[in-house]
C-alpha cells in the first residue's frame, strides 16, 4: 500500500499535462475503467444519490479522461476503491476536472473536506484539470499539496 506522503524531489510536477481527447489512445480501456466506478457508484444509494447507471458513467468519463491520459504517459492506476493514480515517483494522487476555472475554489474545499476525514486516506497532492464540457482539450490547472491545513498551489 502507497504512503499518503513523500519526502521526494517534486520534479514531476513540472510537466505539461494539458491533453486533448485524441491525445487518449486506448479509449477502450478508458470506457472500461469509467464504467467500472460507475458500477461501484451505483451500487450503493448513498453514493449514487438517485443518479442512474448512465448518468453517472458520463460523470466517470468526463473525470478519467485524464487519469487515462496519465496512466498512457507512464503514470499507475491506483486499484484501491474509489482512488485516482499513483504518480512516477510512487505517490498517490487525486484527479479532479472542473468545467472552469471559477470552480477550482469549491473543488478545493471538496478535497480539503475529504483531506480531513482521515478514513479516507486522501493524498497529498490533487492535480486540477479545466474542461468546458463542449471541447476536447483538458487544461492542466494546477498542482496542490497539502500543507496540514489545505491544499496549495505549487509555483
Known amino acids: 500500500m502507497h504512503s499518503n506522503t513523500s519526502t521526494r524531489t517534486y520534479d514531476i510536477f513540472n510537466m505539461d499535462m494539458s491533453f486533448n481527447f485524441d491525445d487518449i489512445k486506448n479509449k477502450d480501456e478508458w470506457r472500461e475503467r469509467a464504467m467500472n466506478e460507475a458500477k461501484q457508484i451505483h451500487s450503493k444509494p448513498s453514493t ?4 442512474t447507471l448512465n448518468e453517472i458513467y458520463e460523470t466517470c468519463l468526463y473525470g478519467h479522461a485524464p487519469e ?4 498512457e504517459t507512464g503514470w499507475e492506476d491506483d486499484e484501491r476503491p474509489y482512488k485516482d493514480l499513483i ?5 498517490p494522487v487525486e484527479i ?3 468545467e472552469k476555472e471559477e470552480f477550482v475554489p469549491y473543488v478545493l474545499a471538496r478535497c480539503q473536506t475529504a483531506k480531513l476525514e482521515k478514513w479516507r486516506n486522501y493524498p497529498d497532492i490533487v492535480y ?11 487544461r492542466h490547472q494546477g498542482t496542490y499539496i497539502w500543507n496540514e491545513k489545505k491544499y496549495v498551489l505549487l509555483p
Open 48 to 51: 449514487a444519490r438517485g443518479r
Open 68 to 71: 487515462q491520459y496519465l496512466i
Open 87 to 91: 504518480d512516477p515517483q510512487g505517490d
Open 96 to 98: 479532479k476536472v472542473t
Open 128 to 138: 486540477i484539470f479545466i474542461n468546458n464540457k463542449k471541447e476536447t482539450s483538458y
